[in-house]
């Protein structure tokens, strides 16, 4: 199986900068698109940057500028340096493989649309 954890989450200022983790586990040899997404209370999840195994980025356009999505040399890890956080960047960001390869009991298999629980960050003005 599959399993991505997300850490880095907490409490900053705005204008202050936090930096997320994500690891994926379960004996995985490579993953396409990993991403980062967010939703606030009440809100619909809604994206926020995305990368390519070749490294290629995409961002929302509200964190154009502020937010850096980077992958780990082992690529089963992303991450997401936040700057200048505002108050309206606050909600639970999420990580994301579109499709996760592993070894799983039998052979190589394939996970699509895998999802993390969730790190809490809280911009306060």
């Known amino acids: 199986q599959v399993q991505l954890v997300e850490s880095g989450g907490g409490l900053v200022q705005a204008g202050g900068s936090l930096r997320l983790s994500c690891v994926a586990s379960?004996?995985?040899?490579?993953?396409?698109?990993m991403g980062w997404y967010r939703q606030a209370p009440g809100k619909q999840r809604e994206l926020v940057a995305t990368?390519?195994?070749?490294?290629?980025?995409t961002y929302a356009d509200s964190v154009k500028g502020r937010f850096t999505i980077s992958r780990g040399n082992a690529k089963n890890t992303v991450y997401l340096q936040m700057n200048s956080l505002k108050p309206e960047d606050t909600a639970v960001y999420y990580c994301?493989?579109?499709?996760?390869?592993?070894?799983?009991?039998?052979?190589?298999?394939?996970?699509?649309?895998?999802w993390g629980q969730g790190t809490q960050v809280t911009v306060s003005s």
């Open positions: 990368i390519t195994s070749e490294g290629t980025t």
């Open positions: 994301n493989a579109d499709r996760a390869y592993y070894y799983g009991k039998y052979g190589p298999e394939a996970l699509d649309d895998c």
């Open positions: 379960g004996s995985i040899y490579t993953i396409n698109h």
